[in-house]
């Protein structure tokens, strides 16, 4: 499978220490998902395979939830940190669409961006045909695409060939505000400051964020 592609497995993961903390086998029941979605040494370990093949994985934290820390204030809570063993079947993957161009304004806020006062940044790339702007607490149906600032796409809801349908209060404090500039129909960049993106969490992609998004639908 490519980076872009929906496989299909099942895992069991340990820690070093022998704790088995996740198991699509033990739940009996193959996980699903895009592989550029998880963790960065399961979207490389996977490409490594072919459909039918099972092998075992050996992941150290940088690649997985950050390294182990004894002053670590998240520590006893969330992923576990450190190097991570996954045992891995690959049942199948199915070819995503591919994913659109990177950004060329994708590495730095451009000048006809404008700015709220939080430090969101944006521009309307195609104009909208509704009138209405959703709320903080309203649900939306978006199709979108996310990159760090070097080029990297970390998600795309049309990769996945599937809109995403979600509260604006649920998503990062970046979504919820630039979510509500717009229109349905309305295409927009939105760059992300780290401070309203994911703050340094383990695991997610790090500084400012840039995401094209389409606002398809504001359910009523």
Known sequence: PTQYDVVTVNYTGWTTEGRMFDSSTKRGKPAEFPLNRVIKGWTEG????????????????????GEAKTDDPHAGFGPPRGTLVFDVELISFKESPKPPPV???????????????????SRVLKKGTGTEHPAATSTVTVHYSGWTTDGKMFDSSIVRGSPATFGLNQVIPGWTEGVQLMVVGEQRRLWIPENLAYAGRPGRPAGMLVFDVELLQIAK
């Open 103 to 121: 950004p060329k304004d994708v590495a730095k806020i451009p000048k006809n961006a404008k700015k709220t006062k939080s430090g969101l940044a």
């Open 46 to 65: 996977v490409q490594l395979m072919v459909a039918g093949e099972k092998r075992r994985f050996w992941i150290p934290g940088t690649l997985a939830y």
